[in-house]
């Protein structure tokens, strides 16, 4: 007789995968974090020292979702939990400059171990750079984007600062920053997913986009965890 046949094993093998289905179940819905605000925080997202995977860490303030970057704070505008991707809106413009908020902390930073990365379906427009900036393998042509975009979105200010430049993100240069400086750009604006055949009017809202890599599974059986069922 083969194993597969042997009944005492199919059971076995059955009360282990029962084990292993209660066991995840109660593991994720007693991490989940309760909702913020009228959002969910899908796991492993915590809000929280008491659920959700804390290394995924992000910030309830009053009923808003925020993102802490290594020295700055967004707000979180999407979260897609089937794609692991979250969406931030960027920092503003200082009014009557071309001047992100953000340069005084050398824009956005990621600590090169946090599970977040920037996502290549993010167009960077880089403006208000530094002539150091021509040399780069940015695309600061006269026909980039950043410019129909500083021209049609009545950024006055930006149109006194003639070098601009556009990418895709997502190369491992900026997976975890993007970086604003005097000595570079000054300046950017992020959209998600650009169809850059359309007239800037028909754009979406700026915004960048992250992804989260998976979390590590919920190991059952371990004293830690919240297993229902006892073990044989
Ligand atoms: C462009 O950036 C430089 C360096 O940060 C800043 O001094 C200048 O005021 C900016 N230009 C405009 C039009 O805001
Ligand atoms: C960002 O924060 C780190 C650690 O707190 C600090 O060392 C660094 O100087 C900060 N950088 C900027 C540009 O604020
Ligand atoms: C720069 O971007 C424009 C608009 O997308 C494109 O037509 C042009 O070919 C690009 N130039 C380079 C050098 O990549
Ligand atoms: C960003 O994270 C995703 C998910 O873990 C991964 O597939 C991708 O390779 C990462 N991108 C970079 C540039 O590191």
Not at 55 to 82: H, Q, W
Request: proline share 9%; hydrophobic share 30%.
């Amino acid at each position: 007789m083969t194993a597969a046949y042997d009944p005492l094993l199919r059971r076995r093998h059955l009360f282990a995968a029962l084990l292993l289905l209660s066991c995840s179940e109660t593991a994720l819905s007693a991490r989940q974090c309760a909702d913020c605000g009228s959002s969910p925080v899908p796991y492993p997202l915590s809000t929280g020292p008491d659920c959700g995977d804390p290394s995924y860490k992000v910030r309830c303030n009053n009923g808003a979702l925020m993102f802490d970057t290594l020295n700055n704070t967004y707000p979180i505008t999407s979260i897609t939990p089937e794609t692991q991707r979250l969406t931030i809106s960027p920092s503003p413009l200082i009014p009557d400059t071309c001047v992100t908020a953000d340069i005084s902390t050398g824009g956005i930073y990621l600590d090169s171990s946090s599970p977040f990365n920037i996502t290549s379906s993010n167009t960077i427009l880089y403006i208000n750079c530094t002539e150091d900036l021509l040399e780069s393998p940015l695309n600061c042509t006269a026909s980039s984007l950043c410019h129909a975009y500083i021209d049609a979105s009545g950024l006055g200010a930006c149109s006194h600062a003639p070098i601009c430049c556009s990418f895709k993100a997502g190369g491992s240069s900026t997976a975890h920053k993007l970086r604003v400086r005097s000595k570079g750009c000054s300046a950017y604006r992020s959209f998600v997913n650009l169809d850059e055949s359309l007239p800037v009017r028909r754009w979406p809202q700026p915004a960048l986009e992250f992804q989260w890599v998976s979390p590590p599974k919920p190991l059952c059986g371990s004293q830690s965890d919240d297993c229902s069922a006892s073990p044989a």
